[in-house]
């Protein structure tokens, strides 16, 4: 038996109230447009087909990133395009600290 997906009421309401518009009002929407966007902080809502070509800016603990939904997208939770962490790197050591050492 297979889970069925997660995506809280709210979303859907938003999704079905977007898709009912015009095409016209829906050109007027950049692609990335923060202003347009559905916020939420629901990171685990899987994507469905019905969200393509929507902004969605997705919490991840510190703001809201805009997250563009393509169709390579769907089956896929918003979470994994906004990232919590970032790595900035390995620290580098400091040469002259190591040869005062030996």
Same mark, same amino acid.
């Given at each position: 038996?297979?889970? @069925?997906? #997660?995506? /809280?009421?709210?979303?859907?309401?938003?999704?079905?109230?977007?898709?009912?518009?015009?095409? *016209?009002?829906?050109? +007027?929407?950049?692609? =990335?447009?923060?202003? *347009?966007? #559905?916020?939420?902080?629901?990171? @685990?809502?899987?994507?469905? /087909?019905?969200?393509? =070509?929507?902004?969605?800016?997705?919490?991840? =603990?510190? &703001?809201?990133? /805009?997250?563009?939904? +393509?169709?390579?997208?769907? *089956?896929?939770?918003? *979470?994994? #395009? @906004? /990232?919590? +962490?970032?790595? +900035? =790197?390995?620290?580098?050591?400091?040469?002259?600290?190591?040869? &005062?050492? &030996?």
């Amino acid at each position: 038996m297979k889970k @069925s997906f #997660f995506l /809280p009421k709210h979303l859907v309401k938003k999704i079905q109230k977007i898709n009912k518009q015009t095409r *016209g009002e829906l050109l +007027r929407q950049k692609a =990335g447009d923060p202003e *347009g966007a #559905f916020y939420t902080w629901c990171r @685990s809502s899987v994507i469905l /087909p019905s969200m393509i =070509g929507h902004t969605f800016a997705v919490y991840n =603990g510190q &703001k809201h990133i /805009p997250v563009y939904i +393509r169709e390579q997208m769907v *089956g896929h939770k918003l *979470g994994e #395009f @906004s /990232p919590t +962490r970032y790595f +900035r =790197g390995h620290k580098k050591t400091d040469r002259k600290a190591v040869r &005062k050492k &030996k």
